[in-house]
């Protein structure tokens, strides 16, 4: 029916509610990769003396790392908390710092908070319907709000812009999301304060 013997296209799959895909192994984080990014380490012990919940997961559709080239995936930020902390991803800066990337949700209720190597912070809400444009130069991470649902994104950036987690695991970032009467409060992350 169609010649495709010149084609350079890649067919991939995920659901568009679930996050998931049948084809595509996901990267799982659970608690126990993450233990320096909660601020609470009390509550990480006590957590992992019970149990290592899987915090968040994400599809990579393993598109080449290259300039002119789009990588895209889904991320899966599953609900609950350590300490008054929300679950998150761990975040990241791009190697290429003047990397854009776009988050659009396609479930759930949560927040994405932007830093700029200088400090500026921002946060979007984000809820199903809902895209955030990520400007270059800001590290990122999604935060599940919600006590019931997964907060499911589909994202996509330039191929070769990279991921820089080790920044953001020193000392995180400057800001943290947290429960504070019922509902997300941002507060100061205590490892910035001097």
């Not at 993450?34 to 380490?41: C, E, L, P, S």
């Not at 396609?106 to 895209?131: D, F, I, T, Y």
């Not at 919600?146 to 994202?155: G, K, N, Q, R």
């Not at 080790?166 to 304060?193: C, H, M, Q, S, Y």
């Amino acid at each position: 029916m169609f010649d495709i013997a010149n084609v350079n296209s890649t067919l991939v799959d995920f659901d568009p509610v679930s996050g998931l895909s049948r084809t595509r192994k996901s990267l799982v984080r659970r608690l126990s990769h993450m233990k320096a990014i909660f601020h609470d380490r009390a509550a990480v012990d006590r957590t992992l003396q019970g149990e290592d919940p899987v915090i968040y997961e994400f599809y990579d559709m393993g598109m080449p790392e290259t300039s002119g080239d789009v990588a895209f995936g889904t991320s899966i930020a599953y609900p609950g908390k350590i300490g008054d902390e929300y679950h998150m991803t761990k975040g990241h800066f791009h190697t290429v710092l003047d990397t854009a990337e776009v988050y659009y949700c396609l479930q759930g209720h949560g927040l994405m908070m932007m830093e700029s190597p200088e400090g500026a912070v921002e946060v979007q809400e984000l809820r199903k319907g809902m895209a955030v444009y990520v400007p270059g130069r800001y590290a990122h991470r999604s935060i599940n709000i919600s006590a019931e649902d997964p907060l499911v994104t589909f994202f996509a950036f330039p191929g070769h812009a990279g991921h820089d987690y080790g920044t953001i695991e020193t000392k995180g970032f400057r800001k943290l999301v947290v429960e504070r009467g019922g509902a997300p409060a941002l507060i100061d992350n205590p490892l910035w304060i001097k």
